[in-house]
DNA sequence: CAATAATGGGGAGTTGCACTATCCAATGTC
DNA sequence: GACATTGGATAGTGCAACTCCCCATTATTG
């Protein structure tokens, strides 16, 4: 397919999809003469990917490139490649003070690398918990644990077997893409917690 | 104290104090003449507010005025206080189906509002996932109402007795601010399950 | 086969947002 | 009384993500 059916496959503009290239965040296609190239299917899923990404996961242009890097490397490694996934996402941290973030860690028990970029993320959200002056019930510190323990486990358990590269994929795409619909499950779980509690209007 | 002290309380410049007092997202001073005002605790509080959730949490200004319209509003009834602020900081639906998002919810079994802004939320987060060539694994999607669920009973369990007032702004700015401590959690989650299952280096 | 439309490629312009800089007259401060 | 600071307002900046436009070269069509 040509761009001009590409861009109506994914309604993306054309210029978009240029923009896209230039950025190399779609590979460019089949040359067939100097103005003329083939897309194919994969272009679209591509296309669409980075749509997801840049929309409702709201990475920047330079961050969907760091994913797709690693998405794109056949790094056999699943660990190193999740790193550098998650290198490419984190916003630049500030270097808040770890040792919250560790106490919350050890307290749930879990084996991971104290000085990792995803330590630091937490302890910046903590930062800024406390920037803000809220300070969060203790009660509810287990029930995070737990829920998020609970939730990361199954997806784990739930990578699919057959390829590296797949695992790798479905371990990236699956953190970023699935953020936006936790967030607003939870905001559908808060309003029928309240409604048991707060006897709010019942449907 | 004065504006240059309100700014060097809360490292914010004094232009940037001025801009959020245009924009109402902080309350005036008490004016002494027509070259001073005078700013207490609680607009160093406002101002830490408003950062953390310009910053961390992400919201644009009009979403933030949002935010705090509803927590400054003395508004007796919880739920419709909520309500104001998760529309605040809704981004703009574009009306995705939300037949999948409804079977996710009565498969949970959670008695909510089907026409909320919520269940948008979730209905546009599958079609961004479905858009994005990304099919959820099975397995999964128990554990996310489950984690989720806890999460959200806790939080709602939790929320302060005393005035109503509070309990609005804990329910609202819980509701945004934690946002970024799950996500960073679920992340190191990842790790310590991965470690689990894959026998990544171990620390 | 001539006229029209579309393409790849690339530079420049636009939009939206969150600031940031500058100005000014009126005050506060030393 | 000299100098800095303030509140208030307007204009300008920087960045990110597009969007527009141009051009020489194909493709398509009547």
Request: aromatic share 4%.
């Amino acid at each position: 397919m040509r761009i001009s059916e590409l861009a109506r496959a994914t309604d993306v503009p054309v210029a978009t999809v240029k923009y896209y290239l230039r950025e190399g965040l779609v590979p460019p296609g089949r040359l067939t003469s100097s103005t003329q190239a083939q897309y194919d299917d994969e272009h679209v899923a591509r296309l669409r990917l980075v749509r997801a990404l840049l929309g409702p996961a709201r990475l920047t242009i330079a961050q969907v490139r760091g994913v797709l890097a690693a998405v794109d490397e056949p790094e056999p490694d699943l660990f190193v490649t999740l790193g550098r996934a998650q290198h490419a996402t984190a916003p630049a941290t500030e270097a808040a003070d770890p040792s919250p973030a560790l106490a919350l860690i050890a307290r749930a028990g879990w084996d991971v690398d104290p000085a990792g970029p995803e330590v630091a993320q937490v302890a910046d959200a903590l930062a800024a918990l406390d920037a803000a002056g809220f300070a969060m019930p203790g009660a509810n510190v287990d029930a995070y644990l737990e829920g998020v323990g609970r939730i990361a486990a199954s997806e784990i358990d739930n990578l699919p077997e057959g390829s590296a590269a797949e695992a790798v994929r479905y371990a990236v795409l699956g953190t970023i893409l699935i953020e936006p619909l936790l967030l607003a499950l939870r905001r559908v779980a808060h309003q029928h917690a309240a409604r048991r509690r707060l006897g709010g209007p019942s449907s």
